[in-house]
Nanobody, 120 residues
Framework: VQLQAYGGGLVQAGGSLRLSCAAS????????MYWYREAPESGRQLVAI???????NYADSVKGRFTISRDNAKNTVYLQMNSLRPDDTAVYYC???????????????WGQGTLVTVSS
């Protein structure tokens, strides 16, 4: 199973982007999903979480601006980012843990990262 993250890019402050993270195999059942970001000056930060039951949690810095969601049919998790600010500039990574259906085993995968740059 591979996770393909995409949707990053260059946007002006106040703009929006939607990141997507798709699992390459339908034989993987996603459970808890995470979005992290990493900027050179601040290290890796947990941005958003969505659990299997749909509960969500966000870093204080993005509450009210970012929304994590999922499409189980597409095995995809999203991060809608609104009111973007220059300090949101980072490489964003998705991380998903779940179950490989063929084996019943737990597995944890990371996407390759997608760069978000917010200009002032």
């Amino acid at each position: 199973v591979q996770l393909q993250a995409y949707g990053g890019g260059l946007v002006q402050a106040g703009g929006s982007l939607r990141l997507s993270c798709a699992a390459s195999s339908s034989g993987f059942s996603m459970r808890t999903m995470y979005w992290y970001r990493e900027a050179p000056e601040s290290g890796r930060q947990l941005v958003a979480i969505m659990t299997a039951d749909g509960s969500t949690n966000y870093a204080d810095s993005v509450k009210g601006r970012f929304t994590i969601s999922r499409d189980n049919a597409k095995n995809t998790v999203y991060l809608q980012m609104n009111s973007l600010r220059p300090d949101d500039t980072a490489v964003y990574y998705c991380n998903v843990d779940g179950v490989v259906l063929a084996t019943g085993r737990h597995a944890d995968y990371w996407g390759q990262g997608t760069l978000v740059t917010v200009s002032s």
